[in-house]
């Protein structure tokens, strides 16, 4: 048996139904707060991370799922160099056509012999290829055509690379031209990654989209992620991540602390709006990347004679990244971790004074927060405020969701200058949580009834008897009339229905149905007029 791979898994009805809750809770909270969806390719360029990212995170160095796309022909250098070769002639693109593999387009060439000629381009001259054009051709030849009203003649043309340097031509039997053109028609190779998370293609799009003529953006994106690490509760190869980002110029108030308190209020409101309570909201500033330049210098100096006595991820980050010492869990670390300078002592006035205004502003609202000056956050991009929500039904790996300021990321992608803030959650580990703390039975719609054809000939009648129902917003599982009386009470009973409703031929002339309550029994005959109002009377 083929099962699923391991560190992915399958969601399955009834829970499919908690991840929909939180969704289309998460889409309303969004909503109030003016943010819009955005929907980015879930594979990048490598280098979108590596330059992202960070080259030294563990991220970028060990977990990500990256693959070299190969060698790509580039089908436009090659039309372009075949329009050059025959620039004294002329020729008219006409509708796609793709009859087979390697094969794009048509376009039509006239010359001086009055010859038209369908002209495919390809990477090679193959038995399919040439039986495709041959295949293109003949749909012009014979009655009148776009080709041949203007021509004697309708032939194809296969223009294909060749590593020859020189150009060549040759006709095959069947009267196709195969013409070779040298030159470079291939691009190298290119580098690409699963997304590890979703910040960098946001911030890729804004700047590839001029999105800061937009001003300010307030963005959202739910969907899969994916890193190569160690399953654990809660965490898998294959995750999801809802994530909002507030990114524009600084004159549209990109970098105000008002951005970073409102964005941690709503996270407020969409945890409580979901039903997570005992949650805490635990907050640092990492400065600027000139705070953060001492900081590290510190902290290597610091490092450098305690290094050797700490586990192996901690060695290598005391060289590569300091800052993620501070994410180590090893319980045998902590106490040279307690011993370590704090980013707080580093942080300059225009640092200290952003993060004292996020605490005013956040006091003001009444959205509780603790500081934590070990809290960092493991990416390069992130500056100033940085926080974590928590929460104590996941274990020791505890954070709902995380996120922070980045203003200068856009410029390290190549764009313009553009102070922005976000935060990913977990959805997984958002969805274990909501299980913790609320039944799942509550987020679950069970059928309203179980519609039961009891009979040849009621299928019909009772399928345009469910539509009448679901018309009135009602949940209604629809039986066959097949089932003995029998199976139809325990197929309702098995989806949680809360009433059974009986279509049979006598009920059907009668324009009256039986309806009875599976919870108490009780049975009674409601006229088919009345039938929605008596179900939802009751819900």
């Known amino acids: 048996m083929i099962k699923a791979v391991r560190g992915t898994r399958d969601l399955l009805p009834p829970e499919t139904a908690v991840w929909n809750f939180v969704e289309s809770v998460v889409r309303d909270v969004f909503r109030a707060y003016n943010f819009q969806e955005i929907r980015t390719p879930i594979f990048e360029?490598?280098?979108?991370?590596?330059?992202?990212?960070?080259?030294?995170?563990?991220?970028?160095?060990?977990?990500?799922?990256?693959?070299?796309?190969?060698?790509?022909?580039?089908?436009r250098a090659l039309v372009d160099a075949w329009r050059r070769a025959h620039a004294g002639k002329s020729f008219e693109e006409v509708e796609s056509y793709s009859p087979g593999e390697g094969i794009t387009e048509l376009e039509c060439f006239y010359d001086e012999t009055h010859v038209a000629e369908i002209v495919m381009f390809s990477t090679r001259a193959d038995e399919a290829v040439l039986n495709a054009l041959a295949e293109a051709v003949s749909k012009f030849v014979g009655p009148p055509s776009h080709f041949n009203h203007f021509s004697e003649t309708v032939r194809g043309r296969l223009v294909v690379p060749s590593p020859v340097p020189a150009n060549s031509e040759s006709m095959t039997e069947d009267g196709i031209v195969i013409e070779k053109l040298h030159g470079a028609f291939h691009k190298s190779s290119q580098s690409l990654t699963l997304r590890p998370e979703n910040t960098a293609g946001a911030v890729r799009a804004y700047i590839q989209h001029d999105l800061e003529k937009r001003g300010l953006n307030k963005l959202y994106y739910i969907g899969p992620q994916f890193r190569r690490e160690r399953p654990q509760k809660g965490r898998y190869r294959q995750f999801y991540q809802i994530g909002a980002e507030v990114i524009g110029p600084a004159s549209a108030g990109s970098e105000s602390p008002a951005r970073?308190?409102?964005?941690?209020?709503?996270?407020?409101?969409?945890?409580?709006?979901?039903?997570?309570?005992?949650?805490?909201?635990?907050?640092?500033?990492?400065?600027?990347?000139?705070?953060?330049?001492?900081?590290?210098?510190?902290?290597?100096?610091?490092?450098?004679?305690?290094?050797?006595?700490?586990?192996?991820?901690?060695?290598?980050?005391?060289?590569?990244?300091?800052?993620?010492?501070?994410?180590?869990?090893?319980?045998?670390?902590?106490?040279?971790?307690?011993?370590?300078?704090?980013?707080?002592?580093?942080?300059?006035?225009?640092?200290?004074?952003?993060?004292?205004?996020?605490?005013?502003?956040?006091?003001?609202?009444?959205?509780?927060?603790?500081?934590?000056?070990?809290?960092?956050?493991?990416?390069?991009?992130?500056?100033?405020?940085?926080?974590?929500?928590?929460?104590?039904?996941?274990?020791?790996?505890?954070?709902?969701?995380g996120g922070g300021r980045y203003d200068g990321l856009s410029e390290a992608l190549g764009g313009p200058a553009a102070p922005g803030i976000g935060f990913a959650i977990g959805e997984d580990r958002l969805v274990m949580s909501l299980q913790e703390s609320a039944a799942a039975k509550d987020v679950v719609r069970k059928p309203d009834a179980y519609v039961a054809p009891l009979g040849a000939g009621m299928n019909a009648e009772a399928a345009r008897l469910a539509r009448e129902l679901r018309r009135q917003d009602l949940v209604v599982e629809l039986g066959d009339e097949t089932f003995r009386l029998k199976k139809s009470f325990e197929a309702a009973t098995k989806a949680g229905a809360k009433y059974i409703l009986i279509v049979g031929e006598n009920e059907v002339k009668a324009e009256a149905f039986a309806l009875k309550n599976l919870a108490t029994g009780e049975q009674v005959s409601v006229a088919r007029a009345e039938l929605a109002r008596s179900i939802l009377s009751s819900s």
């Open 45 to 75: 360029s490598t280098e979108l991370f590596a330059r992202g990212v960070g080259e030294e995170t563990d991220i970028v160095s060990k977990e990500m799922f990256t693959w070299e796309d190969g060698e790509r022909f580039d089908r």
């Open 260 to 401: 970073d308190a409102e964005l941690l209020e709503m996270l407020a409101t969409l945890l409580d709006r979901l039903g997570i309570t005992g949650w805490t909201l635990e907050l640092n500033s990492v400065g600027t990347a000139t705070d953060r330049s001492a900081f590290n210098e510190a902290l290597r100096k610091a490092l450098d004679p305690v290094k050797d006595k700490m586990c192996g991820d901690c060695q290598r980050r005391a060289v590569t990244n300091p800052l993620r010492v501070f994410d180590c869990k090893v319980p045998e670390d902590q106490p040279i971790i307690e011993t370590l300078p704090r980013i707080s002592q580093f942080l300059g006035e225009d640092s200290r004074k952003h993060f004292e205004a996020v605490q005013e502003i956040l006091k003001s609202v009444g959205v509780p927060f603790t500081l934590n000056d070990r809290l960092v956050r493991g990416l390069d991009y992130y500056t100033r405020t940085a926080f974590e929500f928590t929460h104590g039904a996941l274990g020791a790996q505890n954070a709902i969701l």
